[in-house]
Nanobody, 126 residues
Framework: QVQLEESGGGSVQVGGSLRLSCAAP????????MGWFRQVPGKEREGVAA????????TYSDSVKGRFTISRDSVKRRLYLQMDSLKPEDTAVYYC???????????????????WGQGTQVTVSS
């Protein structure tokens, strides 16, 4: 059983920054997909950003492009999400997730991810 654990959430004012961290799984595969998602009560889980562990190729949702940066440290097996210029609408529970298999057209779809962390709260106040 693969376990993921997020850290780094908290409260910040509009325009501030936070960095989320996630312990990545010890996969034997050379290349797998890891992503960050967020969810607010009453809404579906939204894909924010994803990165391939081997190649480092990234993808972002339009809502965070240019403000958030996803990265990975393959040696430490950690995944990061640097969040800058935060807005109130970024308030959500943020989850990291990992996938063995994927579709190139749906890298930010929660349906393709196999393992999830418990989530960490991010609150942006004005």
């Amino acid at each position: 059983q693969v376990q993921l654990e997020e850290s780094g959430g908290g409260s910040v004012q509009v325009g501030g920054s936070l960095r989320l961290s996630c312990a990545a799984p010890a996969y034997t595969d050379d290349n797998y997909l890891m992503g960050w998602f967020r969810q607010v009560p009453g809404k579906e889980r939204e894909g924010v950003a994803a990165v391939f562990s081997g190649t480092g190729v990234t993808t972002y949702s339009d809502s965070v492009k240019g403000r958030f940066t996803i990265s990975r440290d393959s040696v430490k097996r950690r995944l990061y999400l640097q969040m800058d210029s935060l807005k109130p609408e970024d308030t959500a529970v943020y989850y990291c997730a990992a996938a063995y298999r994927w579709s190139s057209s749906a890298l930010l779809s929660p349906d393709i991810y196999d393992y999830w962390g418990q989530g960490t709260q991010v609150t942006v106040s004005s």
